[in-house]
């Protein structure tokens, strides 16, 4: 190596630039190797309403740098891969779908209109500073006259076949209302959290419901259509359902994935697989079982609306866990939510960004920063590479395209620790501070 570039955050003071001390090789407690594994697709949020209501309390100028700071490639994120809603998520301002018209199973009254005040503003910022930000949309739930009960929330899919050949016609009516307004909707996941059944708008669907949907509805609709939008089988997020039964801590084996991709006919029309909450229990036997398929942590968890140093380290390891076992991108919920970050139907949850109405400021939480400590050096044509040594289980290293390498570490621990980190050739000795979270570079 020729160079070596550390950054380090704590909770006290985040993204500080720090010398690191050369030392050899034969020192090193933490070893990046020659294995490489999965490539990377990049990182990003969930564009949801509450979050651009949030925004808006910002002046002009203040907005535009926060957006700057999460998209465009100059700035602190660059953010590759971004969720949207079809229809309302639980951070919707309230519930809606695209098509309230009941029976009208041709989509003749299907409309985005709404879409257009809050969430199409919204992307199109970010388009605006980064025109190859890729999107994936999913559904919480479907519309009202489709299900079983008819509500938003709880329920299931009407499993009629004019129902479902309505529901698949859904989709695609929302990929080209989309790409009317120039958004390229890159790929649809099925449903938000197949197993919640919620009070916020969710709908239930089996595994053996979603091979059916996709192998005999959604996927011949898309070709039907000549849709290069890509089908992915999510978002999972459970694993085994006999879990609670036989009192496993964790699972085996998905069977949501596994009953869906080891049919023919629905595995032809999947190109990958979305995973979060739960999820994380079963994304390891499925990589292993499917590992040509992408694979994606499509939603971190929410926390309490806190936001406090102590969740940001749990959620470092949820980065770490979900790479391990094979995603090739990692998705952060809300970006942005006012103070508390309380949703439409109660529950206070955690947001890289608070946006403080009162003093109409923005500020930067600690998953700010630890989302930063990954994607503003990592992102789409990097490949995850391997390590060896004690400090392995909590850190990831990567390879860019340059052939630069990238370490983010966390020391989780309450005293200082030592690191000594080497390429197989040379090293560099960093003093990691307690419970603190480390960017450090490899430049060649």
């Known amino acids: ?96 779908s695209h098509n309230e018209v009941d029976g009208d199973f041709a989509m003749e009254h299907f409309s985005i209109e709404r879409d257009h005040k809050y969430l199409i503003p919204y992307i199109k910022e970010a388009l605006k500073l980064n025109p190859d930000l890729k999107l994936f949309a999913s559904p919480w739930s479907p519309p009202t006259w489709m299900k079983f009960p008819k509500a938003y929330n709880y329920g299931t899919l009407r499993w009629e076949k004019e129902i479902l050949e309505a529901y698949a016609l859904y989709f695609i009516k929302f990929v080209e209302a989309y790409r009317a307004e120039g958004i390229t909707i890159h790929q649809i996941h099925v449903q938000n959290e197949v197993v919640a059944d919620q009070k916020f708008p969710s709908c239930v669907w089996t595994g053996e419901q979603l091979r059916e949907f996709i192998r005999d509805y959604l996927g011949p609709a898309f070709e039907k259509h000549g849709l290069d939008t890509e089908i992915w089988l999510g978002t999972i997020n459970a694993p085994d359902p006999w879990q609670e039964l036989i009192k496993k801590t964790t699972s085996d084996y998905d069977v949501y994935a596994g009953t869906v991709l080891s049919d023919p006919e629905a595995y032809k029309y999947i190109k990958g697989v979305g995973y979060q909450w739960a999820g994380k229990y079963a994304i390891q036997r499925t990589v292993q079982s499917y590992p040509e398929l992408r694979y994606m942590q499509t ?77 503003h050096f990592v992102s789409e044509g990097c490949v995850r590479i391997g390590l060896k040594g004690p400090w392995t289980g909590n850190a990831l290293a990567f390879k860019r395209p340059n052939g630069n390498k990238v370490v983010v570490i966390a020391n989780p621990f309450a005293e200082e620790r030592v690191l000594h980190l080497s390429d197989g050739t040379s090293g560099g000795t960093f003093m990691l501070e307690p419970e603190s979270f480390h960017t450090i570079v490899l430049e060649k």
């Open 1 to 96: 190596m020729s160079s070596i570039r550390w950054i380090s955050s704590t909770k006290e003071t985040a993204w500080q630039e720090k010398e690191a001390t050369r030392s050899s090789s034969v020192d090193a407690n933490l070893t990046i190797t020659e294995e490489q594994f999965q490539h990377v697709e990049g990182f990003g949020g969930c564009f949801n309403e509450l979050g651009f209501a949030a925004l808006q309390q910002l002046t002009d100028e203040d907005r535009n740098k926060v957006l700057h700071s999460l998209f465009h490639p100059d700035g602190d994120h660059k953010f590759d891969i971004c969720r949207l809603p079809i229809g309302a998520s639980d951070y919707a301002l309230e519930w809606y």
């Open 299 to 375: 939603e971190n968890e929410c926390g309490d609306g806190n936001n406090t140093w102590d969740y940001a380290k749990y959620v470092f390891n949820l980065y770490q866990h979900y790479f391990t076992n094979g995603v090739n991108a990692y998705v952060y919920w809300n970006m942005a939510l006012e103070p508390k970050g309380r949703s439409t139907w109660g529950w206070e949850q955690n947001s890289m960004i608070t946006i403080d109405p009162a003093e109409k400021r923005a500020i930067l939480n600690p998953e700010y920063y630890v989302m930063k400590h990954f994607a």
